[in-house]
């Protein structure tokens, strides 16, 4: 806590290692043991600070957990019930249950599920079970986001115009919207994490938005209150980090900037923010931490904004827990979070004030998330056949960490957020962290599911990020026909084509080692043709001792230094001088190539072949006009149609829900229902014909 970075190396160590033994001396004021109300990442993080500082974990775990690192890491594991969180992690009396059960003094409850939820605060306080975060009144004061408005008018913080009090029904959702003025966000009380949000353009959305957002609202919280306030166009989502103790004291530890979102989930963060200056960061620092001073905050918290082009900025909400992308601010200030949470809970002061606050370098955090870019972001759920991050620590002046809750054969399930892990850099400047994220996504290597990785390589590539001049907008404004890879320019396709082709030379140089061929030719094949989006290029490769020279389209020979057997799936080496880091999936026929966010298939055969493959014609797409398929695997929430019944253009058909989130289905064109192809209840697949029009 010396303004320093804190010890990585210990922190954030593998995983793998045994826990640590409580060293601890008789003089020490900790907790022994605390009991962790979570899962995945945030209890993976939480055990890693208690076993740096010698106390002792346990976990509770549902039956989609059994097997997960958390639970591996933990001293103790106790199981509370099924995969639906509604079952589990929700349920109250089975937390405290298992905390007595372990003889756990404190419950750490990480991040949704039961972190803000003031009555189970209140329940451990009566138990004589200390809560690992804020006071009771703090999280009824701010927790709650119709509380919070009133408590931060009172405080005299900034705050958006909005209707703050319950709505009763759809038609008093209409009345306030229409005197709030279109676009107004229709936003879960209890909500966090981008769960229970909608924006609504006009009257149609909030009939349609509401009961959806109510919907959200109840299976992710428990409590489907919502309340309605003003849309702000062009925004920054900043936040401010705070922490505080139970002696009064409140600082805060600078801003984040968060507007980069997915469906109002955040996908990138960074800290400090490109948009701000020291006089608006001092006045929004200073916002929040008397926001926090009013109502007695001691714990760590975070207070979020929204920030106009002007600078002018409004209170949002306060999240009363740990945030997920709390590791940037970690970084650029060398403290602990969930150590400082540790203290705070246990009774100890704040160990420095406000002005031993520095901001120092930058750093960028992604969020590695199972979903397909190229298909709208749908959640995809699966076996994780291969996860590989890349290696954490520090590398001349940049460091690399990846928090992470999962492991190579382990599952992504539909009952959870579909989060894999969260990737960090951290370098004296910005641009040389973003530099040092694509360097990192293009080693992180995922198999057995879709994963973002090629969108967030992609975005670390896109003028308007580097620049810093982006909003909430950004992904909307940037991708408005959705994502589609990063653009390839000349240099990267020669690239991969000298790659795909150095690959393919050495497959077939091994498959003519092969004793006992009939008629085998020894020696190796030199000359292919490149098939890449139509185009034939000529290749030449003469395979070296450490890489080949490559020749394309009877260009002068120029030297690839790499190697790379079959297993591998990433090819590292230099091409013309320059260094590179490709993904290489071999795929029949040819290879899919991806670094920065772009992919190519490129097939690699003999100029004859390709020669008689461009005379093949062209394989008319199947016609899927008439069906209505699911675009993710998920549980059918309502089949809103049946045999027979007419059904009109936008009309809603089908409900489907994954990992929290509900995908309303509508119907694009007239027409009669044939076939229905799955009931409510139902869990279907990605592809899934649900509805067939006659």
Request: with cysteine.
């Amino acid at each position: 806590l010396d303004g320093t970075l804190f010890p990585y190396t210990t922190l954030f160590r593998s995983s793998r290692v045994a826990p640590q033994t409580d060293s601890r001396g008789p003089d020490s004021f900790m907790f022994s043991k605390i009991l962790i109300a979570n899962r995945g990442e945030v209890g993976v993080r939480i055990i890693k600070t208690c076993r740096r500082l010698g106390i002792k974990t346990a976990i509770v775990y549902s039956e989609a957990d059994a097997d997960s690192l958390a639970v591996e890491m933990a001293d103790e594991a106790i199981f509370i019930g099924p995969a639906p969180a509604a079952q589990s992690y929700l349920v109250m009396d089975k937390i405290v249950d298992a905390a007595k059960k372990v003889g756990a003094e404190a419950i750490h409850p990480g991040f949704g599920f039961l972190s803000e939820r003031a009555e189970f605060a209140e329940r451990l306080l009566k138990e004589g079970i200390t809560f690992i975060g804020p006071n009771p009144h703090a999280i009824s004061a701010m927790g709650d986001k119709i509380e919070s408005k009133r408590a931060a008018g009172e405080a005299g913080v900034n705050t958006v115009p909005g209707y703050v009090g319950e709505i009763n029904g759809v038609d008093h959702a209409l009345e306030i919207s229409k005197e709030i003025g279109y676009p107004v966000m229709i936003k879960a009380s209890a909500g966090g994490g981008g769960k229970g949000i909608r924006i609504a353009w006009n009257d149609a959305d909030v009939r349609e938005g509401l009961p959806a957002t109510q919907a959200e609202a109840k299976a992710s919280f428990g409590d489907d209150r919502i309340f309605i306030e003003k849309f702000v166009t062009e925004p920054h989502h900043i936040e401010i980090q705070v922490i505080g103790d139970k002696h009064g004291n409140v600082i805060h530890l600078m801003e984040r900037e968060c507007s980069i979102q997915r469906r109002n989930q955040k996908v990138v963060e960074e800290a400090p923010s490109p948009f701000l200056d020291p006089k608006t960061r001092a006045a929004m620092g200073a916002q929040a931490v008397a926001l926090a001073k009013a109502v007695n905050y001691d714990s760590a918290g975070t207070v979020e904004f929204i920030v106009d082009g002007k600078k002018n900025f409004y209170f949002l909400e306060m999240n009363t827990r740990l945030q997920v992308e709390h590791p940037i601010t970690e970084m650029i200030t060398g403290v602990d979070l969930v150590e400082l949470m540790l203290k705070s809970a246990y009774g100890e002061k704040l160990p420095l004030k406000q002005d031993d606050v520095k901001i120092n370098g930058w750093a960028i955090e992604t969020r590695l998330y199972a979903e397909d870019p190229y298909r709208n972001f749908l959640p995809s759920i699966g076996r994780l056949k291969r996860y590989k991050p890349p290696v954490e620590g520090k590398f001349g002046d940049v460091t690399v960490r990846n928090d992470s809750g999962v492991r190579e054969g382990d599952e992504i399930s539909v009952f959870y957020d579909p989060m894999i892990a969260k990737l960090i850099t951290h370098a004296p400047k910005r641009l040389g962290a973003i530099d040092a994220q694509a360097k990192a996504l293009d080693s992180f290597l995922i198999e057995g599911i879709r994963d973002n990785a090629p969108f967030l390589n992609a975005v670390m590539a896109e003028p308007n990020f580097r620049d810093g001049k982006y909003t909430t907008a950004y992904i909307k404004e940037t991708y408005p026909e959705g994502f589609q890879g990063a653009p390839i320019s000349p240099k990267q396709q020669e690239r991969f084509i000298a790659i795909a082709g150095f690959a393919h030379s050495l497959l077939d140089r091994r498959a003519r080692e092969i004793s006992g061929q009939l008629n085998g030719r020894r020696n190796p094949r030199r000359e292919w043709s490149a098939v890449s989006n139509g185009e034939n290029a000529k290749l030449f490769i003469d395979l070296t001792n450490d890489g080949a020279d490559v020749s394309i389209n009877g260009s002068k020979a120029e030297s690839l230094k790499a190697s790379w057997s079959p297993v591998e799936r990433t090819v590292k080496g230099s091409y013309k001088g320059e260094e590179f880091e490709v993904q290489v999936y071999p795929t029949n026929p040819g290879y899919m190539l991806r670094q920065g966010g772009a992919h190519v298939k490129i097939l690699i055969m003999r100029p004859k072949s390709a020669e008689m493959m461009a005379r093949l014609p062209v394989r008319a797409p199947a016609d899927t006009s008439k069906l209505i398929v699911s675009p993710m695997p998920g549980l059918v929430v309502t089949m809103d149609v049946e045999v027979g019944q007419t059904v009109s253009e936008g009309q809603t058909v089908a409900v489907i829900e994954a990992m929290k989130m509900q995908n309303i289905l509508k119907a694009e064109r007239d027409g009669v229902v044939k076939i229905v192809g799955a009931k409510a209840g139902d869990t279907v697949a990605a592809d899934d014909v649900l509805v067939e029009f006659a």
